[in-house]
């Protein structure tokens, strides 16, 4: 990967350096509510003069009508190409900042400084920007790498237990699919860890060995998808439905449980990995209640993933702990035993 990533109580000092070195014609920070009250004061201190550009929080507000009031703003602003936007905060807006600095006068300078666990173990790393399109999860998108990432894990003591249980998800997907030792490892310790600034760094590590093996997802790095396919499809449909929507890396979890079954359905992961992934995860992520006719339109949202290739459905599934196999073909049938699995948990 082309960008920096600086991972450490340091990362803020790191940022100074970096707007404080570069010539940016103007900096503009994007932030939501919650990281205004909460993260800007903690990062303020280490930035240059810059105007704010704020928006509602929420994967709902992740949206093209959203990007239009950024672009609005950026406008006002009379940024250049040569002007630099800092996204402070979650994957939301690290996602949405991103692309809207990606296609600003096509293209301005962007730096992420992830302030949610989700955002600093995955979002904010790998140069995918985009947002979501009539319910549709990341739907519209560039491939655009920041100028450095900024990963300071103070920055986590902002956050409710609900999100740092979010972010824990995709860590739980990188040692599944890469590390079986380290899933072995903290299967036992769990959320009750006292170093997660090692735990980020070896996430990180994970997911930039698959990026720069592929960077635009050609293939490997389709990898990284695992618990996505159908994770997107249950987060995509309760998203639309009052007071029902979850967190993603709670979408992920329950995809990860229906994937790793269908791994076993395929024969390539046995029934007692199964059972400790399933044992591990429901310790952890409550069961998310679905009935009959949301498996009905959650099954149908699966048509419009984007690693499809015309009427296949392709899953990314586990191969054993610790090693995922992509562009595996799946039916609407299996997707829907996948998901009666799930609500016999």
Known sequence: MTETIHIGNDALLRLQELLQNRAFSKVAVLLDENTLAHCYPQVKPYLPAHDIIQVKSGEEHKTLQ???QIWQRMTELHLDRWSVLVNVGGGVIGDMGGFCAAVFKRGLYFVQVPTTLLAQVDASVGGKTGIDFHGLKNHIGVYQEPQAVCIDPTLLQTLPPRQLKSGYAEMIKHWLIADAAMFEAQRYVGLFTEDWEALIR?????KSRVVDVDPLEGGYRKVLNFGHTIGHAVESYLLAQPGRALLHGEAVAVGMLCEAWLSVKHQLLTQAELDQIETFLVSIYEKVPLTEPDLQQIVQLVLQDKKNTRATINCTLLS?????????PITLQEVQQSLHYYQLL
């Open 202 to 206: 070896h996430s990180v590590s994970i």
């Open 66 to 68: 959203t990007c239009e």
């Open 320 to 328: 054993g702990i610790g090693k995922a196999v992509y562009d595996q």
